[in-house]
């Protein structure tokens, strides 16, 4: 390794610290800038959330004041109620109430002095409604003020008859202090164009003079003579209470109750995956409020900048670092492609020689085998000549294709091909598609060759018989036929020649597989298997 590597690496490592601190300063201001954001999100959800309760007090804080108004005076009526109200102007200064109501008590079956009062307040005959209630006392609506034809609707209706609402005010009846209701449909949504749904927050007035009026008792409790009440519609009370700032809000839920099967009462936009959650307290009732600003790129605007920036810095010091690492890079390469041009020829040579090594082999061992068989030496040319040509045309047939693999149809067609066999005769030998690598091919044109050889000279090749080959797949195993009928005489297999234990022994090492001869009545059998590899080589 040259000196100035040292330098190189060290100065690699340099750049790489420096990136880092970048990143993690990038990655710490980042961090610091969303929690800063989310901080002051939740801050704007805390002031929500406090507006809302603030508002919910002061619609208390009115029903309290004619709550005082109908305690303080024997002749407090619809009159001074309306008055009181019209002086306050309730939906001007806190709107988001669907106006006041009385609610006042009666005894079952008899509602002549409620509707009397309903009389006298509106000057016309209204019933109370329902008739006939499964509750031994009522509270029939008897003022509801501003007075619009839509709240008319819901006068004489006897609120202690609906379950929801008389939970409520047995509630307040108790303690007395506010209570809500839960969700309901509100009486005078029976007049409405587009229904909401709404709830009611009531107060109890308890009875000063038991001898004044009609009141009602229950074990434990003080007599109450009537419960001053208003009812909300939610979605007209949320636009109340938030007004322009719903414009600012992406998702706004609001459940009433807590956890996440409370039911949804009021939804607004699509709420985000960053929603916060506050408190709202409805009387002495709790519900949930979760708001999503959608604010995603400006709560990542300022880390992204500073993201960017950073990251900007650490490339620009990776890039000038990397002029100088090319020069090594470069330098490395060239000595890198070098020295593996180096071991792929020493690879090559080895497989070459390796190769030239096995095919002297099998040469001296061809030319052994025939040298003994012969009778001569024109014989011996003969003979050597077309095992050679056999060997060199297995090779060959690798070579042209440029291929890897020879299929065994072409191994057979190419030997009897030779032997003079026309191109029809040579279409009825057929079989499957079997791919024999350089070792497979080389055995079995060998083995071909010798059948060949042997039939012309003795066999069904002659003149004098039938030859049939075929060959098929078994499970995994290949197997090629050769069969020789209708011949002079029975071939005497008894004894092996040289050649016939040389192409055996090929078949065995190189194949891996077996070979079988049987000769019976004038014909000769033979059948050769090894195991279906794809092609071995």
């Given at each position: ?11 690699a490592l340099l750049v790489r610290f420096v990136g880092l601190v970048i990143l993690l300063a990038t990655l710490v201001a980042a961090a610091a800038s ?188 003080r007599p109450v003579e009537a419960f001053v009440y208003a009812p909300f519609r939610i979605n007209d009370m949320m636009k109340a209470v938030l007004g ?294």
């Open positions: 390794m040259r000196p100035s590597t040292w330098a190189d690496r060290l100065l969303f929690l800063y954001n989310q901080a002051e999100e939740s801050d704007q959800a805390a002031r929500v959330a406090a507006q809302f309760n603030m508002r919910l007090r002061d619609h208390v804080a009115i029903l309290e004041g004619v709550r005082a108004l109908y305690q303080s005076s024997d002749a407090a009526d619809g009159t001074g109620i309306r008055a009181y109200l019209a002086a306050l102007r309730p939906q001007v200064h806190s709107p988001g109430m669907e106006g006041i109501g009385i609610a006042a008590a009666m005894r079952a079956a008899t509602p002549a002095a409620v509707e009397a009062r309903l009389r006298e307040n509106y000057g016309e005959d209204i019933r109370v409604w329902p008739a006939v209630t499964d509750q031994p006392v009522g509270f029939p609506v008897v003022l509801v003020e501003p007075y619009t034809p839509r709240r008319h609707v819901a006068l004489g209706f006897d609120m202690y008859s609906e379950p929801v609402r008389r939970a409520a005010m047995r509630r307040a009846w108790q303690t007395g202090r506010p209570a809500a209701s839960g969700i309901v449909e509100l009486a005078q949504e029976r007049a409405a164009t587009v229904r909401q749904q709404g709830f009611l927050i009531y107060l109890p007035i308890y009875t000063r003079d038991p001898a004044r009026g009609t009141s009602a008792t229950a074990p434990g409790t322009p700032q719903l414009e600012h809000i992406d998702g706004l839920e609001i459940r009433a109750g807590a956890g996440p099967s409370a039911p949804v009462v009021f939804r607004h936009g699509t709420m985000g995956w960053d929603a916060h959650e506050q408190v709202l307290r409805i009387a002495d009732r709790q519900w949930t409020m979760r708001i999503s600003y959608g604010r995603f790129l400006e709560r990542l605007g300022r880390p992204l900048g500073i993201f960017l920036f950073g990251l900007a810095l650490a490339v620009l010091a990776t890039q000038l670092h990397r002029v100088q690492q090319r020069r090594v890079g470069a330098a490395q390469a060239l000595a890198d492609e070098q020295a593996l041009r180096a071991a792929d020829r020493e690879l090559m040579i080895g497989e070459m020689a390796h190769r030239m090594k096995n095919a002297f082999a099998r040469i001296g061992a061809l030319a052994r085998i025939t040298l003994r068989e012969s009778q001569s030496l024109d014989d011996f040319e003969s003979r050597f000549d077309g095992r050679m040509r056999a060997l060199s045309d297995a090779k060959q047939m690798l070579v042209t294709g440029a291929v890897d693999s020879v299929e065994l149809g072409r191994i057979v067609h190419r030997e009897l091909q030779l032997a003079g066999l026309p191109d029809d005769r040579l279409a009825t030998f057929t079989g499957p598609e079997v791919r024999l690598g350089d070792e497979g091919a080389q055995a079995l044109s060998l083995a071909i060759h010798e059948f060949v050889t042997n039939s012309i000279k003795y066999g069904a090749l002659s003149g004098a018989g039938d030859l049939a080959i075929a060959w098929h797949r078994i499970d995994d195993v290949i197997e090629l036929n050769w069969i020789e009928s209708g011949l002079a005489r029975t071939p005497q297999i008894d004894t092996e020649s040289f050649g016939t234990r040389f192409i055996r022994s090929l078949i065995e090492r190189q194949l891996k597989g077996s070979w079988n001869r049987t000769a019976v009545d004038n014909s000769l059998t033979i059948v050769i298997r090894w195991p279906d590899d794809d092609f071995r080589t």
